[in-house]
């Protein structure tokens, strides 16, 4: 029996969701996981959405200081399928400012990793991730540009599947980057995953590039392609990690195949171009006047009103504005965003003449969690440089699922496996498959029936 069918025969009564955010709430101090907490849920399977996907009348700020106070008069299309089809909901998580960021340190509040609080527990999804670790029964809404779903279902150790691009529909999501974000799925088990994924994704006439796709036919995957300079370039504790998992993966029937992406590295700033260029475009609507927090002076100069306004935004976000900007001036966009696009498009033929034949299997994060007072001292580029595995799967839009494969040093060790357009079903079954044989390990258990 899965958790959900666990769960529905447990028929938990009203008492159960008093006690769950009560408990939720104290371990919330220590965690950071989640922005609010909905403590008037009474029913149905417990379900986080992350901070920047709207909930109808529930505060929605993406952890940035200048929504403060938007109240969404709509939910998500995403949000909407699964309250209606029995989820609760429990509460908005904490995430990286507008999805910026990969440890989740780029938030009003510090969000820490439930194996170790000195730690970060990735992001920028890092409630979502932090929930799925610490509830026995919980889905996680969550959302992905360049790697957000992956890496903190990683560094938490909990499964995290992003979808192909426009296979769930984007209505109702904050958006970061258009051509980029996904909503997706952060839980404990595949099978959670899979029942909650079979209720958004779909069409939706609120979201032109959301289509109903048909998944391709072959089923089992047998062949596994691994990109040797990405596995070398990973930290030793990881890199020995990963090789046991393949070991294990040989051992179950999978067959592995050594290969190489020309200029593979470059999917790095074609990502970041691509993700700020849009980023900077997206957040001009934050200025003062109709989301969030409002400048109620109108006697202002144009520069004096406008700078007030968006003096709200963190670090991170003006960063992005300004080199977003900078990379689609008249001046400089075909040296950069356009030429961006077009090795995007080429990166997609370079990875699809693989994906024909099985998947692309990689650690997810090339380091275990660092120590939150580590990534505090890096720089913006060193920063960046850890999504250097997670970024090819969504800069091409392309469907893959981060799960649990080891663990070092009491810390958990993550896999991607990264597969064609629409074979969100075929990844499912693979982890599902893998789960049979490996234990996994959680910190805390909240919400038992
Ligand atoms: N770390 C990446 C970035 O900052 C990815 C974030 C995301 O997927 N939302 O752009």
């Given at each position: 029996?899965?958790?959900?069918?666990?769960?529905?025969?447990?028929?938990?009564?009203?008492?159960?969701?008093?006690?769950?955010?009560?408990?939720?709430?104290?371990?919330?101090?220590?965690?950071?996981?989640?922005?609010?907490?909905?403590?008037?849920?009474?029913?149905?399977?417990?379900?986080?959405?992350?901070?920047?996907?709207?909930?109808?009348?529930?505060?929605?700020?993406?952890?940035?200081?200048?929504?403060?106070?938007?109240?969404?008069?709509?939910?998500?299309?995403?949000?909407?399928?699964?309250?209606?089809?029995?989820?609760?909901?429990?509460?908005?998580?904490?995430?990286?400012?507008?999805?910026?960021?990969?440890?989740?340190?780029?938030?009003?509040?510090?969000?820490?990793?439930?194996?170790?609080?000195?730690?970060?527990?990735?992001?920028?999804?890092?409630?979502?991730?932090?929930?799925?670790?610490?509830?026995?029964?919980?889905?996680?809404?969550?959302?992905?540009?360049?790697?957000?779903?992956?890496?903190?279902?990683?560094?938490?150790?909990?499964v995290?599947l992003?979808?192909?691009?426009?296979?769930?529909?984007?209505?109702?999501?904050?958006?970061?980057?258009?051509?980029?974000?996904?909503?997706?799925l952060?839980s404990?088990?595949a099978?959670e995953i899979r029942?909650?994924f079979?209720?958004?994704?779909?069409?939706?006439?609120?979201?032109?590039?959301?289509?109903?796709?048909?998944?391709?036919?072959?089923?089992?995957?047998?062949?596994?392609?691994?990109?040797?300079?990405?596995?070398?370039?990973?930290?030793?504790?990881?890199?020995?990690?990963?090789?046991?998992?393949?070991?294990?993966?040989?051992?179950?029937?999978?067959?592995?195949?050594?290969?190489?992406?020309?200029?593979?590295?470059?999917?790095?700033?074609?990502?970041?171009?691509?993700?700020?260029?849009?980023?900077?475009?997206?957040?001009?609507?934050?200025?003062?006047?109709?989301?969030?927090?409002?400048?109620?002076?109108?006697?202002?100069?144009?520069?004096?009103?406008?700078?007030?306004?968006?003096?709200?935004?963190?670090?991170?976000?003006?960063?992005?504005?300004?080199?977003?900007?900078?990379?689609?001036?008249?001046?400089?966009?075909?040296?950069?965003?356009?030429?961006?696009?077009?090795?995007?498009?080429?990166?997609?033929?370079?990875?699809?003449?693989?994906?024909?034949?099985?998947?692309?299997?990689?650690?997810?994060?090339?380091?275990?969690?660092?120590?939150?007072?580590?990534?505090?001292?890096?720089?913006?580029?060193?920063?960046?440089?850890?999504?250097?595995?997670?970024?090819?799967?969504?800069?091409?839009?392309?469907?893959?699922?981060?799960?649990?494969?080891?663990?070092?040093?009491?810390?958990?060790?993550?896999?991607?496996?990264?597969?064609?357009?629409?074979?969100?079903?075929?990844?499912i079954?693979?982890?599902?498959?893998?789960?049979?044989?490996?234990?996994?390990?959680?910190?805390?258990?909240?919400?038992?029936?």
């Amino acid at each position: 029996m899965n958790s959900i069918e666990e769960f529905k025969a447990a028929n938990p009564e009203k008492e159960y969701y008093t006690k769950l955010v009560e408990e939720l709430a104290k371990l919330n101090e220590e965690l950071g996981a989640f922005n609010n907490i909905n403590f008037s849920i009474n029913g149905g399977y417990p379900l986080s959405v992350k901070d920047n996907i709207c909930v109808k009348d529930f505060e929605t700020t993406a952890s940035s200081k200048i929504l403060r106070g938007y109240v969404p008069p709509f939910s998500a299309t995403a949000v909407e399928r699964l309250l209606n089809s029995g989820f609760g909901f429990l509460g908005k998580t904490n995430m990286d400012e507008f999805g910026f960021g990969s440890f989740g340190i780029n938030s009003e509040r510090l969000a820490r990793n439930p194996f170790d609080k000195t730690r970060v527990p990735g992001g920028s999804s890092s409630g979502a991730a932090i929930a799925a670790s610490v509830l026995k029964y919980h889905v996680a809404l969550a959302e992905s540009t360049g790697g957000s779903i992956a890496a903190p279902a990683s560094f938490c150790g909990v499964v995290g599947l992003t979808p192909t691009y426009g296979r769930v529909s984007r209505y109702g999501l904050i958006d970061y980057a258009s051509s980029l974000d996904k909503i997706g799925l952060i839980s404990r088990s595949a099978s959670e995953i899979r029942y909650a994924f079979d209720l958004i994704k779909g069409k939706d006439s609120y979201d032109a590039t959301c289509v109903d796709a048909k998944e391709p036919e072959n089923k089992r995957i047998n062949k596994l392609f691994i990109i040797d300079s990405f596995v070398e370039r990973v930290e030793e504790k990881v890199n020995s990690s990963f090789f046991k998992t393949l070991d294990k993966l040989s051992g179950m029937g999978y067959k592995i195949e050594h290969i190489e992406i020309a200029d593979i590295d470059d999917t790095l700033p074609v990502y970041y171009i691509i993700a700020m260029a849009e980023a900077s475009t997206n957040l001009a609507k934050y200025m003062g006047f109709k989301y969030g927090s409002k400048v109620e002076d109108f006697s202002k100069e144009y520069n004096e009103f406008f700078t007030e306004a968006r003096e709200l935004f963190g670090k991170e976000a003006k960063r992005r504005i300004v080199l977003g900007t900078y990379v689609r001036s008249a001046s400089v966009r075909n040296k950069y965003y356009y030429k961006a696009l077009q090795l995007r498009g080429l990166f997609s033929q370079r990875f699809a003449e693989y994906l024909k034949d099985g998947f692309i299997i990689l650690p997810t994060m090339p380091i275990l969690p660092p120590k939150i007072a580590e990534v505090s001292e890096l720089s913006p580029l060193q920063t960046y440089m850890i999504d250097i595995l997670t970024v090819p799967a969504n800069l091409l839009g392309l469907p893959h699922i981060s799960f649990p494969t080891d663990y070092a040093e009491g810390l958990p060790v993550g896999t991607q496996l990264i597969g064609a357009p629409y074979t969100e079903h075929t990844l499912i079954d693979f982890v599902e498959e893998w789960e049979k044989g490996f234990a996994y390990k959680f910190k805390y258990n909240l919400g038992s029936v």
